[in-house]
């Protein structure tokens, strides 16, 4: 009898050169409140067969979601530090439960034999792997709100879409986006009407994976799409070298000036990304569970309690652990989205000064949590009459803004969880005023209690700190001022307590020197100037790259202190992979 030796198949190559990488894996399925951390433990390439751990310590998972199919995301972290990020999806893949412990458990997964899956219509997905690139623009409100992202795969149905986490807010399920834009390497572009069909967690990094129906084709559209989609199938082929395949690269991946001007851009933007140490991870982290939060409550129609409490402990801890390391890093949540940002900002700055009179303040945990989902009702109107929370808004979107207290309680109630009474009291009160000018009550001085006044001075002390809108952003000193005008409004011993504590050069906020340097504060002396500088740009160079600490004398090295400066106003952002 003739042995045949069987040979594994192009795609499982192509996961085993993805493990071999620096990598994190990633399991998902429609049963998990989020993604879980998995840990490959073999990959048999002759049987096609992956062995995985997955960590769900700490999840409310059955143990019945690992016997069935699950999406597996691979992501390859690239660069010293880490500067470049590549996430690869495989979908649908058959798994069997193997053994588990109460944190642990092992399971088989079946790899695919052949790159393409089909979609629901029964047409064929082909995968953008092996390097192919294909950027996708959605206009997600009528000539307004334009959203970013990469295609992860396309077939003449739809395309799997990974987007920046910061971008799910303006997204629902079966939501009709008026435009997509799928622009490929050399220029050609196609152009259709579309419907949100699924939105999950796309691993561990800030993105989400978008699924999108294309909708109202017309026949050119349609014989456009197939081309696009055959000459995918063509690329991939070409790129992975398919027995039985004699084809060449598909003109659609051949990169064009543009696309080239781009991506030089972006290796230099990534270029510029310094390594993050464990606090600034951890404050990330705690911005991104928010966001994460938010699509749960969004699309899984559950209310992700243990989520939200966790997010109010890591930042507890965090501060406890290094106070002065917490608060300058604070500064890597600036390019977050302002609900997120301005909930982080409070309730941290909220801890710090309970803490300082308080140790053991009771309820502090209920207080940090209902700061944190204060604002959350925001996002949850973002429609076609508030496209976005970042623009110049109407009287009327104003006004439609200030409902977002009854939104978020409302959401409460829909998804049967409700607050704490400490927790409820910070979401009602924490826009209530002196004199009776907040909202949603117009409650005065007599009907807030202490712990509220000094949350409503944090509050407008960021708002100020922060361009908004069309609103500049103003130095701490002139935030100062600006309060203390509005005495009537917000408590003016909070406000001084508040000066005495973090001065006029707080730490984590940018500062500019008479030489020419921008450098962000990590520490201040006991007069409240810098005392140690993270020097980040020259302005005479501003393409160097820049990662200096200077302390002590050695500031005079760098010209005289100047005042707080925005980042925005000298485009330093906070890099992702």
């Known amino acids: 009898m003739q042995v045949i030796n069987k040979k594994p198949s192009p795609p499982l190559f192509v996961i085993e050169s993805l493990l071999k990488q620096n990598h994190t894996i990633s399991i998902y ?17 002759m049987e096609g067969i992956l062995i995985l751990d997955i960590n769900y310590a700490g999840s409310e998972v059955d143990e019945n979601v690992f016997n069935g199919n699950l999406n597996i995301d691979i992501e390859i972290i690239k660069g010293v530090p880490p500067s470049e990020r590549e996430g690869y999806s495989i979908s649908s893949i058959p798994t069997t439960l193997l053994e588990t412990d109460a944190n642990l458990c092992r399971v088989e997964c079946l790899l695919p034999e052949s790159f393409f899956a089909y979609d629901k219509r029964g047409a064929v997905r082909i995968p953008f792997i092996l390097g192919m690139n294909c950027r996708a623009r959605l206009e997600v409100f009528t000539h307004y709100l334009n959203i970013s992202g990469i295609v992860k795969n396309l077939s003449v149905g739809g395309c799997l879409l990974e987007l920046q986490l910061i971008d799910s807010a303006a997204l629902d399920i079966n939501q009709r986006i008026p435009k997509i834009y799928l622009e490929f390497p050399n220029g050609d572009i196609f152009i259709s009407e579309g419907i949100v069909r699924h939105i999950r967690l796309f691993g561990n990094h800030g993105y989400i994976a978008t699924g999108i129906e294309f909708t109202n084709l017309s026949p050119k559209q349609s014989e456009v799409l197939f081309h696009m ?41 990534r270029e510029k990304r310094a390594q993050q140490s ?40 965090l501060l406890s652990n290094d106070r002065k390391a917490f608060l300058y890093s604070l500064s890597f949540i600036r390019d977050e989205p302002t609900w997120v940002r301005h909930s982080i900002n409070v309730a941290s700055r909220f801890a710090d000064i309970i803490l300082s009179h308080s140790p053991h303040f009771p309820e502090l945990r209920e207080y940090v ?29 104003r006004t439609l803004l200030k409902k977002h207290v009854k939104v978020i309680l409302d959401k409460f109630d829909e998804l049967n969880w409700q607050p704490d009474s400490v927790c409820r009291g910070v979401i009602e009160n924490a826009n209530e005023k002196l004199d009776g000018s907040g909202y949603p009550s117009g409650k005065n001085h007599t009907q807030i209690s202490p712990v509220m006044k000094l949350i409503s001075v944090l509050k407008i002390i960021d708002k100020l700190s922060y361009r908004r809108n069309d609103l500049k952003s103003y130095t701490p000193l002139e935030v100062y001022r600006i309060v203390n005008q509005q005495q009537a409004e917000y408590e003016r011993k909070w406000l001084v307590y508040y000066m005495q504590l973090y001065g006029t050069y707080p730490i984590g906020s940018l500062v500019k020197y008479s030489g020419g340097f921008l450098g962000w504060v990590i520490d201040i002396d006991s007069t409240g100037l810098p005392a140690t500088v993270k020097v980040v740009k020259d302005l005479r160079y501003p393409d160097a790259n820049i990662n200096s600490i200077i302390s002590g004398s050695d500031l005079a090295q760098i010209g005289r202190l100047e005042n707080v400066v925005d980042p925005v106003e000298y485009e330093i952002r906070v890099k992702k992979l």
């Open 229 to 269: 989609v055959t000459e995918s199938e063509r690329e991939i082929a070409y790129l992975s070298g398919m027995s039985g395949h004699e084809v060449t690269k598909s003109p659609l991946f051949i990169p064009g000036s543009s696309e080239k001007i781009l991506r030089l851009k972006e290796i230099q933007e």
């Open 369 to 397: 949590l209902g700061i944190l989902l204060h604002n959350m009702g925001k996002p949850l109107l973002i429609s076609e009459k508030l496209p976005s929370l970042d623009i110049n808004l109407t009287n009327e979107q």
């Open 29 to 45: 399925s429609g049963a998990l409140p989020d993604a879980l951390p998995a840990e490959m433990i073999e990959l048999n390439l």
């Open 278 to 317: 464990p606090m600034e991870k951890g404050i990330m982290e705690i911005a991104h569970q928010l966001q994460i939060g938010l699509i749960t409550i969004k699309t899984k129609k559950n209310f992700p309690a243990k989520q939200f409490y966790d997010c109010a402990d890591a930042l507890l801890f």
